[in-house]
């Protein structure tokens, strides 16, 4: 069973910073690609950020291209979202997910693991 703990949302004014992590069980981020979603109210769960398990090839969601970073720290099994220049519409719950294989993904039913979510407010 893989274990998904998202950490560091919070409250903050438009322009600012986040930084997510995403800590996993066994060795789950050296073993397969990782992904990022964010599910806003009365909205359908969206892709984010993906990051293959070979090489750390990422991909981004046009919405956040060049203002968020996906990276991993095999050694720590963790995952992390860097998200600068945040705007209002990027306030949701946002979850890490584990991938059914190595290679980056934007669909959801590519990942198997989910965390519970940790809730970003970006505020006007």
């Known amino acids: 069973q893989v274990q998904l703990v998202e950490s560091g949302g919070g409250l903050v004014q438009a322009g600012g910073s986040l930084r997510l992590s995403c800590a996993a069980s066994g060795r789950t981020v050296s073993n397969y690609a990782m992904g990022w979603f964010r599910e806003a109210p009365g909205k359908e769960r969206e892709f984010v950020a993906s990051?293959?398990?070979?090489?750390?090839?990422?991909y981004y969601a046009d919405s956040v291209k060049g203002r968020f970073t996906i990276s991993k720290d095999n050694a720590k099994n963790t995952v992390y979202l860097q998200m600068n220049s945040l705007k209002p519409e990027d306030t949701a719950m946002y979850y890490c997910?584990?991938?059914?294989?190595?290679?980056?993904?934007?669909?959801?039913?590519?990942?198997?693991?989910w965390g519970q979510g940790t809730q970003v407010t970006v505020s006007s």
């Open positions: 990051i293959s398990r070979m090489y750390g090839s990422t």
């Open positions: 997910a584990k991938s059914r294989g190595q290679t980056r993904s934007m669909r959801s039913y590519d990942y198997d693991y």
